[in-house]
């Protein structure tokens, strides 16, 4: 029973992170990051869209546009972002309690999927705030990228489905 709630919850965290990573995607402004711990972090963000501006072919003012879209939209996610992380913390609390307390657990997992969706939600607002700056054909070459990363996580998925199995007949 806890390898399955410990096999959700990881699987859940993935999910999230590889669902809404793009979201939180910080474009860049010539500004260092705050932080010495984040700057290979924030050094990945900034290659992502770099990698992404040169595949869709973005002109300078799509870059300056969907620079700003990014810019709101990680304003907007932080203090769901905030109550996602504090979430996940209080079902660690509980998963990890000496005493297993099932209905709260599941009460914890639900308010964390609400907040989830909540992303989902924002995630597709600013999906459909790139889309209106993008030419058709780079519309479809964005929609192709995005079935990529799809296929991507579903092989991901495969094998850490697979790694799972192994290790439960050990």
């Known amino acids: 029973m806890k390898k399955a709630i410990r096999f959700i919850v990881v699987i859940a965290g993935m999910a999230s992170a590889i669902a809404f990573g793009s979201q939180f995607a910080q474009a860049h402004e010539g500004k260092e990051c705050c932080h010495q711990e984040m700057e290979h972090h924030c050094h990945y963000r900034h290659h992502r869209f770099d990698k992404m501006a040169a595949k869709l072919g973005l002109s300078e003012q799509q870059q300056l546009k969907m620079k700003e879209i990014f810019k709101q939209n990680r304003e907007q996610a932080k203090p769901v972002l905030a109550r996602l992380f504090a979430e996940k913390r209080n079902l660690r609390a509980l998963v990890h309690a000496d005493k ?6 599941r009460s914890q997992a639900a308010k964390i999927a609400g907040i989830e969706g909540d992303m989902a939600v924002q995630h597709s607002r600013m999906i459909k705030q790139i889309r209106a700056i993008l030419t058709p054909g780079q519309a479809e070459k964005f929609k192709s990228l995005q079935k990529e990363r ?3 996580f579903e092989k991901f998925h495969e094998h850490f489905g697979k790694r799972w ?5 050990e």
Not at 100 to 105: H, L, V, Y
Not at 165 to 169: I, N, S
């Open 100 to 105: 297993t307390d099932e209905s709260a657990i």
């Open 150 to 152: 799809e296929r991507r």
């Open 165 to 169: 199995e192994k290790t439960d007949k």
